[in-house]
Structures are given as structure tokens and as C-alpha cells.
């Protein structure tokens, strides 16, 4: 019967009845083995994020060299947010090691440290911001020991909240500046000639806000045919791409007939192969009687009687 239980949820269920009659009370045993764990958790996190930065920036020089810019800015936006995590998290974790040395400090103390306030408020606000579950254990001792008003403090205001941790952790965007940095050492590293479009922001424009959305300039005319040729340049102006420059053609020429010639007409002369014009040939001199051959016929009988 008792290995049927569900413990887990047992145990689950006491600690909710006993913190909704006040009975739950502060326990340094939970808190420093789940702050070791916080510390372990936010290291693998940290290395899953690591190994999928390198695919994303594989992907994205090749979006690059493709000419995709617009979604090789929409991608590395989700790089820099997995380089923000991971360094908030390296922040996160070392604040855990350094509470783990201090519980018995913690325990012994009845008010919350002055140098440890920071350190407490971070992990709390971070507590429900973060895929390490563990946390939200640590945050619920630390509201335990130091009381509601303690936690709420520290899940509402940012004054003892770590800044960096604040900045890295927080949903807004990042700025247009660091994206255009983030792609231009991308193309670097993977030596690919690419210069960044025009965004229509100034240079403090683009430190304090973020990048504009798309207007499908890097999107092709016709890219599943690649027939651009077949679009007038107007309707490619409207949708923002440049056409291909177009190569003149030579004009089509009708087939000319042949001219006929009458038939009395004298035969068009050939030009002489060597390039120079062909002497005209006069009349040809008469040759006389040709002497009779062995097969000729014999000689006219005439001829003897006038010589006679």
C-alpha cells in the first residue's frame, strides 16, 4: 500500500495546507541542496544554448550569402536573446554558490544582509523567469525566512535587482545596432563579402531602438520560375526589389525575298577568289577547221575540183 503512494504529491499537498495556515517554517537543509542544484541546472542549460548558437550561426551566413538579409535579422535576434541568457545564467549561478556558502549565515541572521540583499531579490525576481525549476524552491525559502512582504518587494521592484541580470533577462527587443554587429561578425568569421542594407535610422536611433520590421526588399521576384525578366520595373519598385539590369536585344528583321530578274537580264558576275575583280573576257577567236580526226568525216570533194 505504501509503495502505491504518490509521495511526491503527498508531500506537495502538506506544504501547500501548511502554507496556507502559517504553519511552513524556514528550512536551510532545502534551501542549500537546491541552490547546488539551481548551479547545476543553469550549467547545462547554459550548454545546450551554447551548441545551439553554433547551428544558428551556420544558418545564418548562409542566409547571408544568399542574400536573405531580412531573415538573417529576424534569426540573430533569437541568437542574442540565447547570448543574453546564457549570460544572465552565469550571473544567476554564481549568485546561488555564493548564497549556498552563506546559509548558515542566512539562518542564524533574523534580518536579510545588507550584502547579501542583491543577491536574494536577483534570485527571487529571477525565479519565474528562468527554465531552472529548482529556483522557484529557493525562492520560496528565501520568502519563507524573510516574509511575503520581502518577496513581494523583490518580484515587483528592480531597485535591489542585479542590473545586468535585469537587462539580459528583460522582453524587449534588441537594438538595431547590435544586430547589425552581431550579422557583420557573423560574415566575418565565415568570410562572406556583405555590407548591411540601409535601415532608416540614424546612428542614435539605432543604439536605442530596435530594427524595423521587414519590407521584403531580400525577397526574389518570381522564385520558384526565376522568370524576374517577365515584371516591368514599375510593379518591381512597388514591391521594393530591384530588378535584374536587362540585356538589349538585337531587333527581330524580317526575312527579305529574293528579287526577281527578267530573263533577258545577264547573269550577276562572281568575284574572283583572290579578292581582286575578275578581267572582263572579250570575244573569243575563231579557231578555223579543225583538222580532221581518226573518226572525222572524210574532206568535201568541192575543194579538189576548184583546185583543179
Known sequence: LAAGLDWAGLIDRSGAMLRSLGLERFNANKLKPHLKMSEQRFSIVNSKKTNEI????????????????????????????????????????????????????????????????????????????????????????????????????????????????????????????????????????????????????????MATQSMPGPTGFSVQVAPGSNLTQAYEAPVAEIIGVQPPPVVPQPPLVPPVAPRQLPDDAPAPEKAPRGGGPEPRAGPAPDPGPSPPGPGGPPPDDDDDDDDD
Not at 65 to 83: Q, Y
Not at 155 to 176: C, G, Q, Y
Request: glycine share 2%; proline share 3%; with cysteine.
Open 54 to 205: 553554433k547551428v544558428q550561426k551556420r544558418e545564418i551566413a548562409e542566409m547571408l550569402r544568399t542574400g536573405k538579409e531580412e531573415k538573417a535579422r529576424i534569426r540573430v535576434e533569437h541568437m542574442i536573446r540565447c547570448d543574453f541568457t546564457i549570460e544572465a545564467y552565469e550571473l544567476l549561478g554564481l549568485l546561488c554558490e555564493l548564497v549556498h556558502e552563506r546559509v548558515a549565515l542566512i539562518a542564524n541572521e533574523k534580518e536579510c544582509p545588507a550584502d547579501m540583499k542583491e543577491a536574494m531579490c536577483t534570485l527571487v525576481w529571477a525565479s519565474h523567469r528562468t527554465e531552472v525549476p529548482e529556483l522557484k524552491e529557493v525562492a520560496k525559502q528565501l520568502e519563507l525566512k524573510y516574509g511575503k512582504e520581502f518577496a513581494d518587494e523583490a518580484k515587483t521592484s528592480t531597485e535591489f535587482v542585479n542590473a545586468r541580470v535585469f537587462h539580459k533577462l528583460s522582453i524587449a527587443p534588441p537594438s538595431a545596432k547590435i544586430v547589425v554587429n552581431y550579422l557583420t561578425e557573423i560574415a566575418k568569421e565565415f568570410n562572406i563579402e556583405w555590407t548591411p542594407a540601409e535601415v532608416g535610422l540614424d546612428e542614435q536611433a
